[in-house]
């Protein structure tokens, strides 16, 4: 069974930084291609940023590139996503979520395993 949980979110000004995490627990994180996405009111959700298992390749959508950060500890259980200069528009609940590999060009579908998310708010 794989479970997952997110942690960080909270309320920022716009310029601020967050730092999300996902924990996994009882299954083996190296697996697995890793995402976070994001879901703001009365949108679809969105794939933000994925990671391959060994780490070494990473997806990013267009309107985070070069703020946001994602990365993995395998050893842990653990995949971060590190949100820097953020924006109101990147206000939206987050969840990070697992499918099976690879990574490249999965879409929201093909990841079976989410959390429950959490909140990020950014005001202006």
């Known amino acids: 069974q794989v479970q997952l949980v997110e942690s960080g979110g909270g309320s920022v000004q716009a310029g601020g930084s967050l730092r999300l995490t996902c924990a996994g627990s009882?299954?083996?994180?190296?697996?697995?291609?890793m995402g976070w996405f994001r879901q703001g009111p009365g949108k679809e959700r969105e794939k933000v940023a994925t990671?391959?298992?060994?780490?070494?390749?990473?997806y990013y959508v267009d309107s985070v590139k070069g703020r946001f950060t994602i990365s993995r500890d395998n050893g842990n259980d653990m995949v971060t996503l590190q949100m820097n200069s953020l924006k109101p528009e990147d206000t939206a609940r987050y969840y990070c979520?697992?499918?099976?590999?690879?990574?490249?060009?999965?879409?929201?579908?093909?990841?079976?395993?989410w959390g429950q998310g959490t909140q990020v708010t950014v005001s202006s």
């Open positions: 990671i391959s298992v060994d780490g070494l390749s990473s």
């Open positions: 009882r299954y083996t994180y190296n697996r697995y291609c």
């Open positions: 979520a697992a499918a099976m590999t690879p990574c490249y060009g999965k879409p929201v579908a093909a990841f079976g395993y």
